[in-house]
């Protein structure tokens, strides 16, 4: 459970604090710094590198435990982007997989006493879901050019019906980087934050507090089902994403 230091409020722990201040005072945010945010995202892409290169550097014929666990996290995307893109998604492989793995480590590292989790900031999940947003979008118009608007009116509505549907396709296409950022960030703040509810109760209780104590332990392990499900259903829904600007309707 990410913890923000001690405080009263159980969402004291998202609040971003500076670690080397440029333009702050008194451990404020500048309009340039550092803060455990940005720590927890360096950490998670250490890890990761980690991860990978020390899973990868030998490559051996029977896998050791490390290699296995890095061949099972690259066929879970590969077979993921096969499913839904089929064999013109795989050059897109690279991107899918960071995306995964980032959001996985960040949310796997927020579960650790006193850390941070920076998917829990709508910010960071925007920043994520615009970035697919955006990108799927370009590559939509340069396959298809001016043919990519057809996606905006569902294949075999009447003509009739088209002032009503392309208002309302439009609007949906344009909810979809906000959809996906906040179904990310609501999960783990949520989360964190009955944790961090239901844990406050467990030194108040006394002898009885092994009650909140026994829920905490259930509820982070539901916690770490959904750090997972949670990259997963970001991962996906970027396939299909990519699957839907590839080949439109």
């Known amino acids: 459970m990410a913890e923000g230091g001690g405080g009263h409020s159980p969402l004291e722990q998202f609040e971003i604090k500076s670690i080397f201040p440029a333009g702050g005072h008194g451990g404020e945010v500048g309009t340039f710094a550092f803060t455990n945010s940005s720590l927890m995202m360096v950490a998670a892409l250490v890890l990761i590198s980690a991860f990978l290169i020390l899973g990868m550097r030998r490559g051996a014929l029977v896998p050791g435990r490390m290699q296995s666990l890095a061949e099972m996290s690259y066929e879970f995307i590969a077979g993921l982007i096969s499913d839904t893109v089929g064999a013109e998604g795989r050059r897109y492989f690279p991107i899918i997989f960071t995306l995964f793995m980032f959001i996985l480590f960040g949310n796997l590292l927020g579960m650790l006493p006193y850390s941070f989790t920076f998917t829990s900031h709508i910010i960071v999940t925007f920043a994520l879901a615009a970035m697919v947003f955006i990108g799927v979008t370009v590559l939509a118009i340069a396959k298809h050019g001016m043919h990519f608007f057809s996606f905006f009116v569902p294949p075999g509505a009447p003509l009739a019906m088209w002032p009503l549907l392309i208002p309302i396709e439009v609007i949906s296409y344009l909810s979809r980087p906000i959809s996906l950022s906040v179904r990310l960030f609501a999960n783990m703040l949520a989360g964190h934050t009955l944790l961090k ?13 092994i009650l909140p104590f026994a829920l905490v332990v259930a509820l982070t392990g539901l916690e770490i089902l959904i750090a997972f499900l949670q990259a997963y259903v970001f991962a996906i829904l970027t396939c299909l994403y990519i699957n839907d600007a590839l080949h439109l309707h």
């Open 197 to 209: 509810v239901i844990a406050g109760f467990i030194g108040v209780l006394g002898v009885f507090g």
